[in-house]
T-cell receptor, first 113, second 114 residues
């Protein structure tokens, strides 16, 4: 079945450690996105990528980094510079053409202790 | 920059009744698309309905319809014959920048009561 896979579903890390969240899609989509979801704040865009080897900062990119070495993969690294990393993270992908919907993964809940 | 505002944090509706969720947006772009997404307790985001800004006709998808007022920058969602399975968080979103950027509102939690 085609879809977007985020792993792991739950992730715990100690403060000061970098952590990488995985996002893989087999939909042959060009565009991929990372969102952060906090209670009462909706979804906020962290990074997005329209093609391989290219990506742009979203609204809250500070403390995060991404790579897009393969079309199907868009991992997100939460660095120690991110001051409040505990959140729910959603990955999405789309064909990348105007008006097309985004398909979402099931999310990763990151807790930093 | 674009913004999306959902002024109703929570809404309740009786089963089989109709409810309308509000959404306003702001963008300087002339070409954009609007969406309503549903997030049930599983937290899986599901597309409910889509509206192209250049179309005057309001989109409809079974029990879901929108009231798109372009001049007022308003995009409300009407759910008819509400069902228990409609209980979820609903997000309004705008797609701009040639399809590059999808911006979400803060969401409305919909409760469906027997």
């Amino acid at each position: 079945d085609g879809g977007i896979t985020q792993s792991p579903k739950y992730l715990f890390r100690k403060e000061g450690q970098n952590v990488t969240l995985s996002c893989e899609q087999n939909l042959n989509h060009d565009a991929m996105y990372w969102y952060r979801q906090d209670p009462g704040q909706g979804l906020r865009l962290i990074y997005y990528s329209q093609i391989v080897n290219d990506f742009q900062k979203g609204d809250i990119a500070e403390g995060y980094s991404v790579s897009r070495e393969k079309k199907e993969s868009f991992p997100l690294t939460v660095t120690s510079a991110q001051k409040n990393p505990t959140a729910f993270y959603l990955c999405a992908s789309s064909i990348g053409q105007p008006g097309t919907e985004a398909f979402f993964g099931q999310g990763t809940r990151l807790t930093v202790v | 920059a674009q913004t999306v505002t959902q002024s109703q944090p929570e809404m309740s509706v009786q089963e089989a009744e109709t409810v309308t969720l509000s959404c306003t947006y702001d963008t300087s772009e002339s070409d954009y698309y609007l969406f309503w997404y549903k997030q049930p307790p599983s937290r899986q985001m599901i597309l409910v309905i889509r509206q192209e800004a250049y179309k005057q006709q309001n989109a409809t998808e079974n029990r879901f319809s929108v009231n798109f007022q372009k001049a007022a920058k308003s995009f409300s969602l009407k759910i008819s014959d509400s069902q228990l399975g409609d209980a979820a968080m609903y997000f309004c979103a705008i797609l701009t920048g040639g399809g590059n950027k999808l911006t979400f509102g803060t969401g409305t939690q919909l409760k469906v009561e027997l």
